[in-house]
């Protein structure tokens, strides 16, 4: 089932998360860390009602942020589609337990379904260029790369923005 996340989820969702970032530097893929994602983060997603949880059997196994505001890095970027209509997924995780097992697919299965739904005319979002395994599972699904943005307390290298026009 995939629903809205409410407080009482917080400590979970930031403990998947951290999970997330260790896993991902034991692969040498530093994309997260002690800078972010935050649990204020989090606190700020649930409050706007924009992060939704993955939950089978009650244990909360992946998180999707899905807004339509438009982070200001985002800005220079030649989009397919115009700054409008747009809908923006951020924080897509699946805690390693869980990895390969298919439910990233299902996160943004949901996601873009519920874009179509709403009629937005877009998907867009970022990953980290030293993550090829994201890079891969975006394109396989039809997103566009176009272009590079940073986030200095992250990574000196940069991040790919993709769109999927719908």
């Known amino acids: ?25 034991a692969r040498e893929i530093y994309q997260w860390n002690e800078h972010y994602p935050t649990r204020s983060r989090f606190e700020k997603d649930i409050e706007l009602q924009e992060l939704y949880v993955l939950e089978e059997n009650n244990i909360i196994m992946g998180i ?15 989009w397919l589609t115009k700054n409008q209509n747009n809908l923006y997924i951020h924080r897509l995780a699946i805690h390693p337990d869980y990895w390969g097992k298919g439910y990233a697919q299902r996160l943004m299965s949901w996601a873009e379904t519920f874009a179509e739904k709403k009629g937005y005319e877009s998907i867009r979002l970022d990953t980290f260029s030293q993550n090829k395994r994201n890079q891969k599972f975006y394109e396989t699904r039809g997103y566009k790369r176009l272009g ?10 940069p991040f790919y923005c993709y769109e999927l026009v719908l």
Do not use: G, W
């Open 1 to 25: 089932m995939i629903r809205k996340a409410v407080p009482s989820n917080l400590d979970t969702i930031h403990k998947l998360t951290q999970a997330c970032a260790k896993a991902m530097i």
């Open 64 to 78: 999707i942020v899905v807004t339509e505001l438009m982070d200001e890095e985002y800005i220079p970027i030649e």
């Open 148 to 157: 590079d943005i940073f986030f200095p307390k992250q990574s000196e290298h």
